[in-house]
């Protein structure tokens, strides 16, 4: 027996040795990768065209476009104002955010008249603060009168929605989930288990809010009537920004918490055309040079075990 309980002493700090040094790494891996941003610039005008050459050529068995001719598509690219599109795809954080800030960054200093931008969003909402950040990193591009369209496939619930509101043209595929505006906080609350095994948490606070629902704590009336306040104040701000960028809007119908497949939301006003992202890109070549922007940043080691939680327990808000 003590032969078998010091190899179990033995194996367990030879673990947590193990997880010592892979905590280690990834910190100074993922300090690494934090100064590995860049910024990438693509042609989605010239992807498309290539790839229709393309399938012409091997469908239809047509001889490639000329030198000449297309020496003449390029001549007749340069006269037209620049699409720039930028991906967004949403976590409980809004991770993207930063990614999303430098690459408007970007956008705004060569950005001209007549240019417009489009915005692939993807996001289930979350956390309060980062969407708000997230949704004034576009309201950048408008208070520059710059259009902006915002292209929702799958998703724009909660704080998605929040960001979406801020274009000047909502788009979505059919099936898409649209809406979801409000407010939603929930903890665990260990106090009787604690109070069973006569455990005691001492919380000092100065201020009478310093904390209204606790984890340990006993809560209160008082500390839950309070907090439900606090909950009404910021589904407020919600309802009235979504209500600023979009006035035809019934905001007592809409703000209910409640989201809609992106064909019942179109006649509730909360999107102002039914297309896919791929549709509506395609559409706006006929008029613009389409210019994919990325900034792009490695995910941590953290976020990539996280993500697949997150998407579990946070479906859409």
Avoid at 137 to 165: E, F, H, W
Wanted: glycine share 6%.
């Amino acid at each position: 027996m003590e032969f078998i309980s010091q190899y179990g002493l033995f194996l367990l700090k030879t673990a947590t040795l193990v997880i010592a040094v892979l905590v280690l790494l990834a910190g100074i891996f993922n300090l690494r990768k934090k100064n590995q941003e860049k910024l990438c610039i693509d042609s989605l005008s010239k992807e498309y065209t290539d790839m229709q050459e393309k399938m012409n050529k091997e469908i239809h068995e047509q001889k490639g476009i000329s030198r000449k001719q297309k020496k003449k598509q390029l001549e007749s690219e340069k006269g037209k104002p620049c699409l720039y599109v930028l991906d967004f795809h949403g976590d409980l954080k809004a991770s993207q955010a930063d990614s999303l800030r430098n690459s408007i960054s970007a956008v705004l200093s060569v950005a001209r008249e007549k240019d417009e931008v489009l915005i692939r969003l993807e996001s289930p909402g979350g956390l309060v603060n980062s969407y708000g950040l997230a949704a004034s990193q576009l309201q950048r591009i408008r208070d520059k009168n710059i259009p902006i369209t915002v292209c929702i496939d799958k998703v724009a619930a909660s704080g998605g929605y929040l960001m979406a509101c801020v274009a000047n043209t909502i788009v979505a595929a059919p099936f898409a989930i649209i809406g979801s505006i409000g407010v939603i906080a929930q903890l665990p609350n260990f106090h009787r288990w604690l109070k069973k095994h006569n455990i005691d948490i001492e919380m000092i606070t100065a201020g009478e809010y310093k904390r209204t629902l606790t984890m340990f704590g006993e809560n209160t009336e008082k500390g839950r009537k309070k907090f439900q306040e606090e909950l009404e104040s910021i589904h407020k701000s919600f309802r009235d920004y979504v209500l600023t960028n979009r006035q035809d809007l019934n905001i007592d119908e809409v703000a209910t918490g409640e989201h809609w497949l992106a064909s019942d939301a179109y006649n509730l006003k909360l999107i102002d055309k039914l297309q896919t992202s791929d549709d509506c890109i395609i559409e706006k070549m006929k008029t613009f040079k389409v210019w994919k922007i990325n900034t792009v940043t490695p995910q941590s080691l953290t976020e990539k075990l996280l993500k697949p939680a997150t998407r579990i327990m946070h479906p859409w808000a």
